[in-house]
């Protein structure tokens, strides 16, 4: 068996990649400039290296770009408007009808049950967190904004049909992508020696 050569990685650039991680939203990204689906591809490749248990790769993407953007965003803000009744808000349903014409690309997240009636739905839930990670790192390290979110119709047990997901599937949001126009803020964490118990003896 012929064994991947081993690579010796940079630890200070991967620390840098980690505490540089950010959400860059749809108000940040450049206009009319599109991301080559190669580069989308990758993204999705480092996602596929999720761990994941028993093997299952639970994680399901459709990636919609050019006219693909228009048929979701015509898609979300009818189901919007056919779902939410008393509680609809036209404002809503135009940020959901015109938002996804200012991205590049929009990657919905799913996450198909395993029929192993052992794994826990919370374990496929996480692998697929554990991918969506690993598209925000890549992200971040193609010089893209993007960002995580669970907004719109995610909760919508009527939308999952569209994203090819069924009834025992889960719908966990949407990745949005484009070139960053306006540069993310600096982030904070508070100290992590506040959140972490150390047991020696």
């Known amino acids: 068996m012929e064994i991947e050569q081993e690579k010796k990685i940079d630890v200070d650039q991967i620390n840098w990649l980690m505490k540089n991680r ?7 990204f450049t206009q009319g400039k599109t991301i080559p689906d190669e580069i989308v591809m990758q993204l999705l490749e480092n996602a596929n290296w999720a761990p994941t248990h028993k093997k299952t790769e639970p994680w399901r993407f459709t990636v919609f ?8 965003a015509e898609f979300q803000s ?5 779902t939410r009744g008393e509680k609809f808000k036209q404002a809503v349903y135009e940020k959901l009808l015109a938002t996804p014409l200012l991205c590049s690309h929009i990657i919905s997240i799913g996450m198909k049950r395993s029929t192993e009636v052992s ?3 919370m ?15 890549s992200t971040v ?3 893209l904004g993007g960002y995580w979110t669970t907004g719109g119709i995610t909760f919508d047990e009527e939308a999952k049909e569209f994203f090819g997901l069924r009834r025992e599937d889960k719908l966990l949001g949407f990745f949005y ?14 100290p992590i020696e506040d959140k972490t118990v150390w047991i020696k003896e």
Do not use: D, M, W
Request: glycine residues 10%; aromatic residues 10%.
């Open 141 to 143: 390290a193609y010089g």
């Open 78 to 82: 009818a189901l919007y408007k056919k």
């Open 22 to 28: 950010r959400s860059v939203f749809v108000s940040q």
């Open 119 to 121: 794994i826990p739905e």
């Open 177 to 190: 992508l484009g070139y960053i126009e306006i540069p993310p803020v600096k982030g904070t964490r508070g």
């Open 65 to 72: 770009t050019g006219e693909g953007l228009k048929k979701l």
């Open 123 to 137: 374990e496929e839930i996480a692998a697929v967190a554990c991918a969506v990670q690993n598209l925000y790192l």
